[in-house]
């Protein structure tokens, strides 16, 4: 079986939910990764949001002395715990999303890992969400790890729903071959972490003959998989069908919009990744 998840970029704006992510480090070991590439982007998005006269250069001097600092701690930490780690360095200043991407493929990476801030929609319109910038534009499959924001008395605490990630996938698949092409990837996880799949599908045809030959073939892997088929609108009965199943993870393909069309059909990967209470996998088309 050919490894799909040996090298990971993980974006880091060091945040507590973002840092949380590295809990679930030996999962990921199980599920191949090897090698982590961090990246903490200087967002000069939100230098230009903040009122002028400040020294730009100066600034991202300052931030790069301790973003090294920071990045060079979680480096050692991932060695400690067995993962070839390394950052990008010079590092970069400018617009995450860019950025990240840019990584990426310079690094072939197989993977992008990262959190999601969860703002609210304004905020988001606003600053700009860079998780969704990345899920959209990305050529790797990315992992959206999401968490819960636990009130505390002096803050929030980011908290995981499940402890594993892998252990029940909930496999959003519409039909198509974006979908299709998902399966390599749930197959692979299931295998190596002994997780069970549900394949959902949300149409008003119940036209599932393809789903069951799926079924079939992950069943003769040894995974146990049940398909679950709904109606109604595609979204929402994903994330209904995963809080009821208790799924830790849903996988799905994007069909690769850009941003107008996804603004005018509606993208289903967005508003999933973006309602989401676990982490969501999404496939890029090749
Ligand atoms: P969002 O809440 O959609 O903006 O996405 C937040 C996630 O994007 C974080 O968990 C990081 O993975 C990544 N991220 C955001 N800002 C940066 C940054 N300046 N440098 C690197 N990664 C970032």
Same mark, same amino acid.
């Given at each position: 079986m050919i490894a799909m998840f040996e090298k990971v970029l993980f974006p880091t704006d060091f945040s507590e939910c973002n840092l !949380? $992510? =590295?809990?679930?480090l030996s999962e990921l070991k199980k599920i191949g990764v090897e090698e982590v590439v961090l990246i903490r982007v200087i967002n000069l998005n939100r230098v230009t949001g903040?009122? %002028? %006269? $400040?020294d730009i250069e100066e600034y991202i001097e300052t931030e790069q002395k301790v973003a090294e600092e920071k990045l060079s701690e979680l480096v050692e930490f991932l060695k400690i715990e067995g993962i070839n780690a390394k950052y990008i360095d010079p590092i970069p200043a400018g617009n995450p999303v860019v950025e990240i991407l840019k990584a990426a493929e310079k690094e072939k990476v197989s993977l992008i890992l990262m959190g999601s801030r969860g703002k609210g929609v304004v905020k988001e319109i606003l600053l700009g969400s860079v998780s969704e910038g990345v899920v959209r534009k990305a050529k790797v499959p990315v992992i959206v790890v999401k968490f819960e924001l636990v009130e505390k008395e002096d803050g929030y605490e980011c908290r995981r =729903? /499940?402890? !594993?990630? /892998?252990?029940?996938i909930l496999y959003a698949h519409d039909l198509s071959e974006h979908s299709d092409k998902v399966l390599k990837y749930v197959k692979y996880a299931a295998i190596k972490v002994n997780g069970e799949v549900i394949i959902l599908h949300v149409s008003e045809?119940?036209? $599932?003959q393809k789903l069951e030959q799926i079924k079939r073939e992950l069943e003769s892997d040894g995974i146990k998989t049940k398909i679950i088929v709904k109606k109604g609108s595609p979204h929402k009965m994903i994330l209904k069908v995963a809080e009821e199943e208790k799924s830790t993870i849903i996988f799905m393909g994007s069909r690769g919009l850009g941003l107008i069309q996804a603004v005018l059909v509606g993208s289903v990967v967005d508003t999933v990744v973006r309602h989401s209470r676990i982490p969501v996998f999404v496939y890029k088309g090749e």
């Open positions: !949380k $992510i =590295l809990d679930y903040i009122a %002028g %006269g $400040i =729903l /499940f402890p !594993k990630m /892998f252990e029940r045809d119940d036209n $599932i």
